[in-house]
């Protein structure tokens, strides 16, 4: 059952990332807001250890491990993210770039790990970056005619973002398959925390205006995200292919933009409903094709 629902419950979880983000913009500087989320989550994973009384590593090379994995998977990616968008990078731009991790992810998968894409797989991956372009196709028209001027810098750090965070997965699936996932969480955090928290006092102000709405955007995303999405995401990366886990990653920005319909009141173009069906049409292509050999394995 959880192998079911774990896929479309983490798509939503993870997707409300951006809606936390809108809100959490007028009340408090970004990498600031991002450090104390990772110091709790990193708390709050860790006391839910003790409590079920989960294992932790037994040496410090795994625990290295975990670690340096949290610097990647969510420290300097999120730092990345939040960091570009802030700057002024466009939503539709920064879209892209997410989408291409899932390509990226596929074209190195075979060096570090030996996975290996079907060719239903490829053209799902292929197909769902398609439907991405097709989706937010209006704001690139509108980059394109106005231009990124004084962006080149963070646009740039969108892009290492993206390749952090995809380097993160394949260390992940490489080197903490074994181990509870509760006390790696916690320690990938603490890593996430290692970097953020440094930006964020050389970078910011440390601001955080304590208002309801600010205290409710942190307790969504460190119970809903860091905890529930991200654990969602170790799951799904310990079970399956890395590549069938990144490509649910195609699903967010149509998952944001009805959200944000429903939210905020913003409008969903005929392209956005059009590569939404296309992108769902990939992100299946790749998993069905993927779900055939676990099956078989475990009979």
Known sequence: MLDRLAPAVFVFLWSTGWI???????????????????????????????????????TSRQFGHALFSGVFLHGLYLAGVWYAIGQGVPAGLSGVIAGLQPLLTAMVAPLFLSERLGPIQKAGLGLGFAGILIAISPQLLDIAEHGLEGLALPVIINLVAMFSVTYGTLYQKQHLQQGDLLSIASL??????????????????????????????????????????????????????????????????????????????????????????????????VNRKAARPEASEAQ
């Open 188 to 285: 990938q955090f603490v890593g996430a925390l290692i970097v953020t928290l440094p930006l964020a006092l050389l970078l910011e102000d440390l601001r955080f205006d304590w208002t309801m709405q600010a205290v409710a955007a942190m307790a969504w995303s460190v119970i809903g995200i860091s905890m529930g999405a991200v654990a969602l995401l170790l799951y799904l990366i310990r079970r399956g292919q890395v590549s069938r886990a990144a490509s649910l990653i195609y699903l967010m920005p149509p998952t944001v933009a009805i959200e944000a319909a429903i939210l905020f009141g913003e409008p969903l173009t005929p392209p956005m409903v059009i590569g939404t069906i296309i992108v769902v049409a990939g992100v299946w292509m």
């Open 20 to 58: 936390v983000a809108k809100y959490a913009a007028a009340h408090a500087d970004p990498i600031t807001f991002l450090a104390a989320r990772h110091a709790l989550a990193a708390i709050a994973f860790a006391g839910v250890a003790v409590v079920v009384g989960a294992s932790w590593p037994k």
